[in-house]
């Protein structure tokens, strides 16, 4: 075998096993960032969960608070005094 053949012989080898090695990386890369994604995904369920709960219950308080608590509507118009705060003549 000539010189020239063994070089094309080594250099095809190592390209081969060069693009191999590149190609398990960049699978497991690729994995790896999915996985983090998932995991990701998880933590913003967990978050949300715990935010609907907290909500849940601030409902729930708001309504035990309402119940012991007589609550006036300041939306009729009128100031404190009794009186009217429009300004029509």
Do not use: P
């Amino acid at each position: 075998m000539s010189r020239a053949s063994k070089l094309t012989l080594a250099a095809t080898g190592l390209g081969t096993a060069g693009i191999v090695y590149f190609v398990h990386w960049a699978q497991e890369n690729d994995r790896a960032a999915m996985h983090r994604g998932v995991e990701r995904d998880m933590e913003k369920q967990r978050i949300r969960q715990e935010r609907q709960a907290e909500f849940e219950m601030q409902k729930r308080l708001e309504q035990e608070y309402l119940k012991l608590q007589t609550v006036h509507s300041t939306t009729d118009g009128t100031d404190t005094a009794g009186q009217s705060t429009s300004t029509g003549s």
